[in-house]
């Protein structure tokens, strides 16, 4: 596409967005009858089915093709219903062209000028922007030679990772690694011409402009369940964010017997204090195929089976191996000190908040706010950040640590 029809597009749509808001400055939609007729542009129907699409409130499943066919008008309907538009009767008029406009107050948007998208590891993390993840799952359900149906939560979870690696595979970028990089940002803006994008909603919104989703806002959800038993028979269960705790058997753990079971199909770790269960909480342990951010190479970092006990303990440990690198003020590395080969740098450890050594190669147990369900550091067991402190209070050096699969 040509600079000055690239520029057209951008002043046509600064204009249009300008004058009073999107849907406002179209045409009605509706849907063809005998004694009316709407013109349904394509373009304005796209934009109308990505924001009804992509509404966590409408739960509305539409062929975003551009046609205003029988889903765009159950959608509809569902948006006039949810928003008390009366009549709820399907046809995009005035009312509900200005309620679109107030709602989703569509706007262009560049991967290019946001940050990258990855799978967090220590020393190494992503913004992980809630709106560039939303609006990559949406230009991925778009993409008909995707053929994917992505949950646009903003949540870059195992399906939309597998989706980024996916659209890498088929436009034949160089680097295929799940990764929302340069390369397949600005492919991503290429896909999504002429897409106009729903504003973030409020309560997805920061001070620092990052999302408030995922584990940093759910992870330390404590269930008060009567027994563990009903805790366990929660249909979310193993899978969820939920975190059970026990606090009679807490106030025992320090004289009493105690271990931790990590199990790696569930992503869960447990702290058993006199045969009972008395935290039960998500974790993320090591995946088989990692990426190190750097070489951009894959390795496997399966976090090792077996018994283990607890060799040190330290409550505000920085990590010897992971981290960044500075000169001169200037970050130079970020990640795996050991494959850095430049010339003299500061080290700063990772943040490894209560650490408890299980292997002299490294390997332990640690607080992190990166809490994923699915495998994903480099062989350390993340746990939230309010359920750490209290096993480390309740363990001490040589206490036995179980690793199952």
């Known amino acids: 596409m040509h600079f000055k029809k690239i520029l057209l597009i951008a002043i046509s749509t600064i204009s249009i967005l300008s004058a009073g808001g999107y849907f406002s400055s179209h045409n009605d939609i509706c849907q063809e009858a005998i004694d009316h007729f709407c013109p349904n542009d394509k373009d ?175 992870a330390s959800k404590h269930i008060k369940a009567r027994t563990y038993a009903a805790f366990k028979s929660m249909r979310s269960y193993p899978k969820s964010f939920a975190v059970y705790r026990n606090d009679k058997l807490l106030k025992k753990a320090p004289k009493a017997h105690t271990k931790i079971v990590v199990d790696k199909s569930d992503q869960r770790i447990k702290l058993i204090v006199n045969g009972e269960v008395a935290i039960d909480s998500p974790c993320t342990t090591g995946a088989r195929r990692k990426l190190e951010p750097n070489t951009r190479k894959i390795y496997n970092k399966e976090t090792p089976g077996g018994r283990f006990h607890i060799m040190e303990k330290i409550a505000d440990k920085r990590s010897s191996i992971f981290g960044k690198l500075y000169r001169n003020g200037k970050m130079v590395w970020r990640g795996d000190r050991r494959k850095y080969h430049g010339p003299a740098a500061k080290y700063v450890g990772a943040s490894l908040k209560n650490w408890m050594r299980l292997t002299s190669g490294g390997i332990g147990i640690h607080g992190s706010k990166y809490v994923k369900r699915y495998p994903a550091t480099n062989g350390c067991i993340r746990v939230p950040y309010n359920v750490v402190g209290k096993i480390f209070k309740a363990v001490k050096k040589g206490t036995l640590v179980e690793i199952v699969r």
């Not at 200005?98 to 992503?126: A, R, T, W």
Request: hydrophobic share 35%.
């Open 44 to 218: 304005v129907v796209k934009n109308l089915q990505l924001a009804l699409a992509s509404d966590p409130n409408l739960h509305s499943v539409i062929s975003m093709d551009g046609i205003f066919g029988k889903d765009t008008l159950s959608a509809i309907v569902a948006f006039q219903k949810y928003y008390k538009i009366e009549p709820a009767d399907g046809w995009v008029g005035k009312t509900t062209k200005e309620k679109l406009d107030k709602v989703y107050n569509l706007h262009p948007f560049s991967f290019m000028k946001h940050g990258d998208v990855c799978q967090e590891i220590e020393g190494q993390e992503c913004p992980n922007e809630y709106e560039t993840v939303r609006n990559f799952q949406i230009v991925a359900n778009f993409d008909k030679n995707m053929s994917v149906n992505l949950d646009m939560d903003g949540i870059f979870g195992k399906n939309s990772m597998a989706a980024v690696t996916k659209m890498q595979q088929i436009y034949h970028l160089v680097q295929v690694d799940g990764w929302i990089g340069r390369g397949t940002k600005r492919l991503l803006d290429k896909l999504s011409e002429g897409l106009l994008f729903p504003t973030v909603p409020k309560k997805y919104r920061t001070a620092g402009g990052r999302d408030a989703t995922g584990t940093k806002a759910i």
